[in-house]
């Protein structure tokens, strides 16, 4: 299903980090974990499968309605917030005519294996034997990958424990990274964000933390904060800046006061939430589907 307008669509369905948070004060922003779903002409591509994977499949099971969906989706690593959703993701398990190519990391341990893993006992009652649809992968490493002739995929390590590929998507209609997962710091790492984001019409960018929370009691835990985010969309030229993954304990009030003290120093910042629609191109981010973020 093209996407009229010519414009690079970008959709959130999972924005919280490490794990699920389904309670009333986080759930303006959402409580699913990280899934990030981008449209160009035909293709799908999709970035993590946390459990905003779950809420995408329904989505994409009602848009095609019996024809067939055909995907890519790149895990950026393997933790639980990032690939959780995949045993529950509908599209897998309904049509033989669905295709899903999959792209991470081999370097540790291949997707393939991972889901098997996941799906089996004791973890899950339904193995990968019962997924339908056709299912192939591969290992990326940092490099380009063209892909359908319609977007070019770069990817780079980010500092996080175990590993995690940070994904620039490129396209006619324009630039978007998905850089989650990321502790500042190390000068290699520092050096491959601010080069992925270079220029991008919008960085996804973690900020799990507080900066006070970050010095005080996580340097070490793999991930960043929103000074962080504003240092790396100015020092790369992003045009905006959406803050991601946020942290479990961080409700929606908590939230709302950062994205307020951020666009002290930036003004394009916004954090991500559950529902949020970017239109890549037309340079505006069009407002919440499912929920209204007063700021
Ligand atoms: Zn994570
Ligand atoms: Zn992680």
Redesign the pocket.
Known sequence: MALPGGDMLVRFWGVR??TPTPQAENLRYGGNTSCVEVRVGDGVYVFDCGTGFRSLGQHLTQEFAGQAVSAHVFV??F?W??IQGIPFFRPLFEDPAHRFTFHASARNHSLKNVMEQQMSAPFFPVGVKEMKAQREFFGIESGRVRIDDQVTIEAKWLN???G?LGFRIESPEGVLVYA??NEPGDPEFDKNVRALAAGADVLIYDAQYLPDQYEAKKRGW??SHWREGVNVAMESGAKELVLFHHDPEHDDACIDSVVKEARNFYPAVRAAAEGMEIRVGGNTLAPSTRVEIPL
Do not use: L, V, W, Y
Request: charged share 15%; hydrophobic share 0%; proline share 7%.
């Open positions: 980090g490490s950026s690593h933790h917030d990032h996080h424990p175990q995690c989650t997962d793999g991930h």
